[in-house]
């Protein structure tokens, strides 16, 4: 998802990764135990808007 918002502009960075599940600090593989995919994006609301 990342190369997506980074290409749009006011769009300063974009980090995915993944959050919840039953496993603490859990591996790529481990995700599967409950855990969502999320992303987290920083942009300048000057340039663009979070609509």
Same mark, same amino acid.
């Given at each position: 998802?990342? /190369?997506? #918002? @980074?290409k749009? @502009? *006011?769009? $300063? &960075?974009?980090?995915?990764? =993944?959050? *919840? *599940?039953? %496993? *603490?600090?859990?591996? =790529?593989?481990?995700?599967?135990?409950?855990? $969502?995919?999320? %992303?987290? %994006?920083? #942009?300048d /609301?000057?340039?663009? &808007? =979070? @609509?």
């Open positions: 998802m990342e /190369p997506t #918002f @980074d749009q @502009d *006011g769009v $300063i &960075s974009a980090t995915s990764g =993944y959050s *919840g *599940g039953r %496993i *603490g600090n859990s591996t =790529y593989e481990q995700v599967k135990t409950g855990h $969502i995919d999320l %992303i987290q %994006i920083l #942009f /609301p000057e340039r663009v &808007s =979070y @609509d």
